[in-house]
């Protein structure tokens, strides 16, 4: 595959799932170029109270996670598979402002049941992105992550999804 093929637009993701015409590009991304790899690391400084939330979520849902180091990285990396997929579907990028607001949001008015809701949306948002969701845990499978970091990844596209769409 060229990494010149264009993608079809998706303005709506994530809210919307990846089209099937995406996947085989997207994966192709993820697996190959060094962007999300690096932009990982990057947020990895400022991901540590997000993570905790998702942690607990995860727990909440009845996931065994140690809130490991190994886990936190995961739950990076899931995070930017979802931001950077953006990055190649939308024709638009979402506004850097209204993700602070939302973060805000989940976190502060949200106050203790931030974790409450992500644990109970979880298996929906799972079920509601098939494609999204096959994408990511592929991109830790092929980095041969555990099942406790392939669940961190997954909370990771998730809170990033979430963050990026509510209103």
């Known amino acids: 595959m060229s ?20 996947v ?16 990982e690391h990057h947020l990895r400084d400022s991901l540590r109270m997000v993570h905790k939330l998702g942690h607990d979520a995860l727990q909440r849902f009845g996931v065994d ?3 490991a180091e190994d886990e936190y990285h995961s739950f990076c990396s899931g995070f930017a598979s979802i931001e950077y ?6 024709e638009r990028q979402h ?8 973060a805000k949001s989940l976190f502060i008015d949200a106050g203790t049941i ?40 997954v909370m990771g596209a998730h809170v990033a ?3 990026q769409v509510m209103s």
């Open 3 to 22: 990494s010149l093929e264009l993608l079809s637009s998706q303005p709506h993701f994530p809210d919307e799932d990846l089209i099937e015409s995406n």
């Open 24 to 39: 085989a590009q997207v994966e192709y991304y993820l697996h190959h170029e060094p962007e999300p790899t690096a932009y």
């Open 65 to 67: 996670v140690f809130y």
């Open 85 to 90: 997929t953006g990055v190649l579907v939308r």
């Open 95 to 102: 506004d850097q402002g209204m993700l602070i607001t939302n």
């Open 114 to 153: 931030g974790d409450v809701i992500l644990s109970n949306n979880h298996e929906r948002w799972m079920s509601e992105h098939p494609n999204t969701y096959g994408v990511v845990v592929g991109a830790g499978e092929a980095r041969g992550e555990s099942m406790r970091q392939l669940h961190s990844r």
């Open 161 to 163: 999804s979430r963050l």
